[in-house]
């Protein structure tokens, strides 16, 4: 059963190459939907163009034991980057009476074990998994009939909102295997590696599990773990920085170093240099935030299926 609603006749993209461009709205722009499983379990599915932000988890699972959260934070790229912890409330650590939403109090909630890899913006795994399944002539788990089974999903909810009465679908399709722990031979191996995206201004290096870093000058360290980053009286959750100099940052599991930023004595002729090399934020995202705005931006580099870029800006004392 569905029920959706158009918002706007028309509405402005703002991608390119045809932002600013307004386009007339065929079709319903906010669907709300329940959906009946064949082995009873029921979902409620809202999807949405016209909300601007929302505390509503992206996908919570309620089972009888407990609620499985999953928020999907990230405080750059918007909505759908598939990261952030999976948060677990049960009996055994519920605490009745709070906020449900995991958004909101994530202290309330108990992180569930993360036993895979690949939990950052990982796309283009089922490509990869399907890749290996020709290769070893078995079943891909993103197969053509969870693709069609998908498919006939979305047009039936469609269907329902002109009949006012539940779509049966038609198609099966088998539920896949999860990926395995090692799917790849991924491990933690320590290591550092120089990005070189932000040359030749700064120094960028990507650190996993390394013990015992150095910093010997000025370094921003950011942390991307879920766990705790330690700095000697400092603690750094994840997407949080601090300037560092002549320490030791004895236990990083996942993170970045910028060094080279305190550098230079001339901050004009940085800037200089750096606005004839980097475009503008504004030319390569299109953003209105960013429009007027003195934001320079590097090339883009990835390691793994992370991608990294980076905002320069000088500031001047009034």
Known sequence: MRHGKKTLNERLIESQPRGGEKIPVDVDTHVNALLAFENGVQGSLMTSFDVWDSQTPRLEIYGEQGTLCIADPDPTDGINIFGGQVLLQNPR?????????????????????????????TRGIGLVDLAYAVKNQRPARASGKMAQHVCEIMFGILESSKTGQFSEIESRCDIPAPLPVDFLGVSNEMSVTTLDFSEPFFTVKYVTDEKNI??????????????????????????????????????????????????????AALLDAVRKLWPLAYEIRREERLKGVGHYMSPKSAIGN???????????AA
Request: charge should be negative; proline fraction near 5%; aromatic fraction near 10%.
């Open 93 to 121: 650590n519920g605490k009745v009476g709070l906020s449900p939403s995991c958004t909101k109090s994530p202290e309330h909630w108990h992180v569930a074990e993360n036993t895979h890899n690949f939990n950052e913006d």
């Open 214 to 267: 150095p910093i010997n000058e000025k370094t921003i360290v950011l942390n991307l773990s879920e766990q705790p980053l330690r700095i000697e009286s400092q603690t750094l959750s994840k997407f949080q920085s601090v300037i560092a100099l002549n320490t030791v940052i004895p236990n990083m599991e996942k993170g970045v170093l910028v060094e080279r930023f305190a550098s230079y004595d001339d901050e």
């Open 306 to 316: 992370i991608q990294f870029s980076m905002y320069f800006r000088l500031f001047r």
